[in-house]
Structures are given as C-alpha cells and as structure tokens.
C-alpha cells in the first residue's frame, strides 16, 4: 500500500524492548515539526513559527498480510503494534509476536509483525470466518459481529476515590510532552495507586494514544494490568476505549469529556468504572459507581 522505492527498516526484537522504543521514537519519524505561519491581529499580518504534529499512515500487517491502516503519530510504534494487537485479540500477549519489523517508506510507515504459528493459525481462521461471498448479504453481519465481540470482565474487588481520580488527570498536563509542543494530541496514561503515573503516550487520536499505552503496559506488567490500578485518558470515552480498557484489565476509566451510551452498557458489564467531565474539581460516574468511594 506504500510506495517502495524508498524504505527504511528498523527490527525490533520484542523480547529485547526497553530500548526499541526510545530508539523508534527518535529515528522513525519525528512526532512534530515546526511550520511558517501568517497571523492576522487587527488587520495586520505577522509572521511566526510553531509546532504541529505528525500525521502518518500506518499500516498493521501479521505474517505477510494487511490487517488495518490508520492514521497515527508516528512514535512509540512498538508499543502501538503491541498494544493494538492486544486489544483486538490478535494475541494474548507480546510473546505470540515472533518478530516485529517497523518499515518506513516516504508515505509512510508499516508495523510487519510475525505472529506464532498457533496464533497465525487462528488469525487465518478468523479473517475467513469475516469475509463472505460478495453479495451474499451477511458478510456486514459477520462484520457487525466481530465489532461488538464480547469485552472481558475485571473482578470487582477494587475501589477508588474521587481524590486520586482527579489528582491522576490532574497531573497529566505537565507529562504531556507532546502536546506542550503543539496543544494537538491526545494522551492515555495509566494510574498506579502507589507511584502515580507508570506510563503515559500520546497521539492524533484518542484509539491510538490507548493502544500505545496498552504496549507499553504489556511490557511493564504483561498482558494485562493489575486491576488496582485504572486508565485516564484527555478526550471523550467511546466503546472501543472501554473495551481496550477491558482488555488492558484496569478496573476504570477516567475521561475529561463525555462518553457514549455504548461505552456506559458495556462498561457496566465489564465491571468497569466508566467516570467523565473530570475537571475542576469535579466528576460524573456513568457506570459501576460502586467502584467509587469516599
């Protein structure tokens, strides 16, 4: 899907990954640059300069074949192939992940990851199992199906209070290095009840920014989080953020925006705190408020 006449590969051998990812986030691919810009104050023009972020297509391709292109910031790609492949069920952990190969071509980038032959198989079965004969009208139910597959459940031992749920968003504007620079990114981070922030990553969208922060996290802790421990995130909160908090293991989430009424039933049958509009001091719980506590 990318032009190849010029390309530029960086291997990352995943059981050796503390520092792939500084790596890939310094030569990839820079996550901003500094435009020319004309403002107009009062009808006059002045000319200035600032950062904006990296935009790049990103495709996800497993044992030769395409399985999803976006748009992305192009930094800590290692932890978003993880991270994605996570929370889609590809695998169920960076070990199923033989080799991970980052091509850069000049537009632009393409995660190439060899999965494990049991893992590879059931990929292979699954990619079947969604394309049907054109026409045949349920190819789209098959779809539909695999959108809304079933999101895993966190145990309901855990509790939190309004106070470190506003404190972990609070401190996020201060980590978000990215978005200092350009005031264009969103950030995913995840709240550790003893030490605070343990991870954060940031990108042009909120879906990327949580896969990146699922790499990171499986690296860390592995699969799946200590479910003592919950996920704040700078945007609204969708269905697809509560199911990659699910699949993460966090007990909650944590929004500065609004979620969606899918996000709110599918957090509850998650046994997901579903908080939003965290800000000023203040908080909305949507879903499982037994969670929250004073």
């Not at 192939?81 to 980038?109: H, M, Q």
């Not at 605070?196 to 690296?219: C, F, P, Q, S, W």
């Not at 509560?242 to 998650?270: C, D, F, M, N, R």
Request: net charge neutral; aromatic share 6%; charged share 25%.
């Amino acid at each position: 899907m990318f032009d190849r006449d010029r390309w530029d590969v960086l291997r990352v051998h995943t059981h050796n990954s503390a520092n792939a990812t500084d790596c890939i986030g310094a030569s990839i691919m820079d996550a901003a640059r500094l435009i020319d810009r004309e403002i107009w104050r009062e009808g006059s023009p002045r000319l200035s300069s600032r950062s904006v972020p990296e935009e790049t297509a990103v495709a996800l391709t497993y044992n030769g074949g395409t399985y999803a292109a976006m748009m992305t910031t192009p930094q800590d790609l290692e932890d978003f192939a993880i991270g994605f492949s996570l929370s889609e069920g590809v695998v169920t952990s960076s070990s199923d992940i033989d080799s991970l190969d980052i091509v850069r071509f000049d537009d632009g980038v393409e995660l190439r990851m060899w999965l494990s032959k049991p893992r590879a198989d059931r990929l292979q079965q699954r990619r079947r199992h969604i394309a049907g004969p054109t026409g045949c009208g349920l190819c789209g139910i098959e779809s539909i199906a695999e959108a809304m597959r079933p999101t895993a459940v966190v145990g309901r031992s855990r509790q939190f209070t309004p106070e470190q749920i506003m404190a972990a968003m609070e401190s996020l504007p201060f980590r978000q290095k990215l978005n200092i620079e350009t005031r264009a990114v969103r950030a995913a981070a995840f709240w550790n009840l003893t030490s605070g922030i343990a991870a954060l990553r940031e990108d042009v969208g909120r879906h990327n920014a949580l896969d990146k922060l699922g790499g990171a996290i499986a690296r860390l802790e592995g699969a799946r989080a200590a479910p003592g421990n919950f996920v704040v995130v700078t945007s609204r909160c969708s269905y697809e953020m509560v199911h990659k908090t699910a699949a993460l293991g966090a007990a909650a989430i944590a929004a500065v925006s609004a979620p969606t009424s899918l996000a709110i039933e599918i957090a509850e049958q998650a046994g997901i705190a579903l908080v939003a509009f965290v800000r000023d001091g203040r908080l909305t719980v949507y879903a499982n408020p037994q969670r929250i506590v004073s």
